[in-house]
């Protein structure tokens, strides 16, 4: 009796060692996993912020460059008009160079109700144009007669990090409109 006692017991400290020692391989394990994991992780933070970066540089580039479209997704008259979504893929302000290519709907009218109307011209050469870089990206105007007897005033806020923009096109007689969408290289 006494040797059965001794032998299970033995078996007891044996199962109990053993035990002991996978789960020290395991958490071994665990431990080296976990450590993969992170620097995988980190590798990854360190891979998008590499294209952040990148991606900052190039909207920078092509606005100095004076190279790049606005594609607007949104307008809406300002101070507090209706939020139109615009899906017409030919809507787009393009500045090539010292021209600007004008393609965009506009709200007209003195009293509502107001008239939409389209400007569609190309301007060979626009007044006071100025490009600021500032903490969230540019700040770019300048002001064209666009062929008419009004002077319409162009400001751009371009958000580098975003690469989002929005466009307000103001007039001296007529409510400013305002425009959101993206900034694209040419």
């Not at 394990?29 to 891979?47: D, G, T, V, Y």
């Not at 460059?65 to 008009?81: D, E």
């Not at 209706?82 to 709907?105: A, I, Y």
Request: glycine share 6%; hydrophobic share 35%; net charge positive.
């Amino acid at each position: 009796m006494k040797r059965s006692i001794y032998i299970i017991l033995t078996l007891a400290t044996i199962a109990l060692l053993g035990f002991a020692i996978s789960s020290d391989a395991q958490s071994d394990k665990s431990a080296e996993k976990q450590e993969e994991r992170l620097r995988k992780q980190e590798a990854r933070r360190e891979q998008r912020a590499r294209r952040l970066a990148e991606y900052e540089r190039h909207i920078d580039s092509i606005v100095q460059s004076r190279n790049f479209r606005f594609m607007p997704q949104t307008m809406q008259q300002l101070p507090a008009g209706m939020m139109r979504n615009l899906t017409n893929p030919t809507f787009e302000l393009t500045v090539l160079g010292s021209e600007v290519d004008v393609c965009l709907p506009f709200l007209k009218g003195y009293t509502p109700p107001y008239y939409p109307v389209v400007f569609n011209y190309v301007l060979t050469s626009v007044q006071g144009y100025n490009a600021v870089k500032s903490s969230e990206g540019w700040h770019i105007t300048f002001h064209s007669t666009m062929y008419s007897s009004s002077d319409y005033t162009f400001t751009l806020e371009i958000y580098s990090k975003y690469g989002g923009a929005t466009l307000t096109l103001s007039s001296p007689f007529y409510n400013s409109v305002q425009y959101t969408g993206n900034i694209l290289g040419i």
